[in-house]
């Protein structure tokens, strides 16, 4: 099976890429009380690589500046030989420019710039990444030692599925696709929520995706977004996995975000761009204004070239505790229905063609099985371009 993720999170109300590339690895259940704790402190070894500065987080995290050429990209056999691209040769041109006298003052979003906590008490100098530390007791929280960092593996959906009957105890979408086409990159704005998540090894994600390949067999696929509780998962977080090389010092992969969204007052948003450079056989990964990192085509299979589809919304795993549906919270935890300041929304939805350009994308439909827990709606207007609202609460009268 080709199928392997490197997620990129901002943990809590977190930021998220996830990448299936190479074959995933599951790990059996491991019994805490039988699993020497050396075991755990070997895998802490190996994650926490050795730092040139420190920095604690307000939030208790710590966060080690390593030397670029130490991060955990290069652990992949596929790069040990690798000469690291601090830079993109080129951006994606025709970026959307919001007209705002088109846009009533209630709808708009405040677009805000890379701010973390741990920022608040010091910076990682120049040739080092900040990579959070991973402590003891997330791994003894994972299903198993090898799955610690993994995000669960699901199938990603195909529009024609909605007439299929839909496993509880699994995935759950509303969401929008494109496909049909060659893709080579897409960029969004979303704003950030934080969603209540019923149990740990539960998560409430909202991303885009950008698809090549099919389950189960031969699945790439790149993530970005942000997400809410997953540390117990299955494809990798953050740099959990070899394969996403960072070059950015300024964004800690995993680390809290600062600015939310609150139901009925500010809506805080960022910008997302992913997009394939020819010239450097690289997928690009910018957040805001800054540029994080890539992952180098060499790496995949089907995305050595280019996508196939590319999709836009939320993601929830929904374990059907006691036989009932989750209250885990899509986006917001409100149906796209009540619109702007309470519904979560994704905006400037564009793909970039085979020219590298940015523009409108062409057939979209909606992907929402469960209609009645998590729901999407889309629009498209001259200030917000195409856009989405989408989520829901999970359980409710309608969704027992």
Same mark, same amino acid.
């Given at each position: 099976?080709?199928?392997?993720?490197?997620?990129?999170?901002?943990?809590?109300?977190?930021?998220?890429?996830?990448?299936?590339?190479?074959?995933?690895?599951?790990?059996?259940?491991?019994?805490?009380?039988?699993?020497?704790?050396?075991?755990?402190?070997?895998?802490?070894?190996?994650?926490?690589?050795?730092?040139?500065?420190?920095?604690?987080?307000?939030?208790?995290?710590?966060?080690?500046?390593?030397?670029?050429?130490?991060?955990?990209?290069?652990?992949?056999?596929?790069?040990?030989?690798?000469?690291?691209?601090?830079?993109?040769?080129?951006?994606?041109?025709?970026?959307?420019?919001?007209?705002?006298?088109?846009?009533?003052?209630?709808?708009?979003?405040?677009?805000?710039?890379?701010?973390?906590?741990?920022?608040?008490?010091?910076?990682?100098?120049?040739?080092?990444?900040?990579?959070?530390?991973?402590?003891?007791?997330?791994?003894?929280?994972?299903?198993?030692?090898?799955?610690?960092?993994?995000?669960?593996?699901?199938?990603?959906?195909?529009?024609?599925?909605?007439?299929?009957?839909?496993?509880?105890?699994?995935?759950?979408?509303?969401?929008?696709?494109?496909?049909?086409?060659?893709?080579?990159?897409?960029?969004?704005?979303?704003?950030?929520?934080?969603?209540?998540?019923?149990?740990?090894?539960?998560?409430?994600?909202?991303?885009?995706?950008?698809?090549?390949?099919?389950?189960?067999?031969?699945?790439?696929?790149?993530?970005?977004?942000?997400?809410?509780?997953?540390?117990?998962?299955?494809?990798?977080?953050?740099?959990?996995?070899? #394969?996403?090389?960072? +070059? !950015?010092?300024?964004?800690? *992969?995993?680390?809290?975000? =600062?600015? %939310?969204?609150?139901? &009925?007052?500010?809506?805080?948003?960022?910008?997302?761009?992913?997009?394939?450079?020819?010239?450097?056989?690289?997928?690009?990964?910018?957040?805001?204004?800054?540029?994080? #990192?890539?992952?180098? +085509? !060499?790496?995949?299979?089907? *995305?050595?070239?280019?996508? =196939?589809? %590319?999709?836009?919304? &939320?993601?929830?795993?929904?374990?059907?505790?006691?036989?009932?549906?989750?209250?885990?919270?899509?986006?917001?935890?409100?149906?796209?229905?009540?619109?702007?300041?309470?519904?979560?929304?994704?905006?400037?939805?564009?793909?970039?063609?085979?020219?590298?350009?940015?523009?409108?994308?062409?057939?979209?439909?909606?992907?929402?099985?469960?209609?009645?827990?998590?729901?999407?709606?889309?629009?498209?207007?001259?200030?917000?371009?195409?856009?989405?609202?989408?989520?829901?609460?999970?359980?409710?009268?309608?969704?027992?």
């Amino acid at each position: 099976m080709i199928t392997h993720s490197v997620v990129v999170v901002v943990r809590r109300w977190l930021l998220v890429l996830i990448v299936v590339l190479l074959p995933l690895c599951y790990g059996g259940i491991v019994s805490i009380s039988g699993q020497k704790l050396d075991d755990v402190d070997k895998q802490l070894k190996h994650l926490n690589k050795p730092a040139l500065k420190s920095i604690k987080s307000p939030d208790g995290d710590i966060i080690d500046c390593v030397h670029i050429s130490h991060q955990p990209a290069f652990d992949h056999p596929l790069l040990k030989n690798h000469t690291i691209q601090m830079r993109p040769s080129y951006h994606p041109e025709g970026l959307f420019e919001e007209n705002k006298e088109s846009i009533p003052k209630s709808n708009e979003g405040i677009s805000k710039s890379i701010t973390q906590l741990w920022h608040l008490n010091g910076r990682c100098p120049e040739g080092t990444i900040p990579i959070r530390r991973t402590k003891r007791k997330e791994i003894l929280r994972a299903r198993s030692i090898k799955s610690f960092g993994k995000k669960q593996h699901g199938i990603i959906p195909e529009p024609t599925m909605s007439t299929q009957p839909i496993n509880l105890s699994a995935h759950e979408y509303a969401m929008v696709v494109v496909q049909g086409d060659k893709y080579y990159g897409t960029k969004a704005t979303m704003n950030v929520w934080k969603p209540i998540v019923q149990q740990s090894n539960e998560f409430s994600l909202s991303q885009l995706w950008i698809v090549a390949g099919s389950y189960p067999s031969n699945l790439n696929t790149i993530e970005a977004g942000w997400q809410r509780d997953a540390y117990n998962t299955t494809g990798c977080y953050n740099l959990f996995c070899s #394969g996403f090389i960072q +070059t !950015s010092n300024k964004m800690a *992969l995993g680390g809290t975000i =600062s600015s %939310i969204s609150a139901y &009925g007052s500010s809506q805080y948003e960022y910008n997302f761009l992913v997009w394939k450079d020819t010239t450097r056989s690289a997928w690009w990964l910018q957040f805001g204004n800054e540029v994080v #990192g890539y992952w180098p +085509t !060499s790496l995949f299979s089907y *995305l050595a070239d280019s996508a =196939s589809k %590319i999709e836009w919304g &939320g993601e929830v795993l929904n374990y059907a505790s006691g036989g009932q549906h989750t209250t885990t919270q899509m986006g917001s935890g409100h149906f796209p229905k009540e619109g702007f300041g309470k519904a979560s929304y994704i905006k400037n939805i564009q793909i970039v063609d085979g020219s590298n350009n940015l523009i409108a994308p062409i057939g979209v439909s909606t992907f929402a099985p469960q209609s009645n827990c998590y729901n999407v709606r889309m629009g498209n207007n001259n200030g917000w371009g195409h856009y989405i609202y989408y989520g829901g609460p999970g359980r409710n009268p309608n969704c027992p």
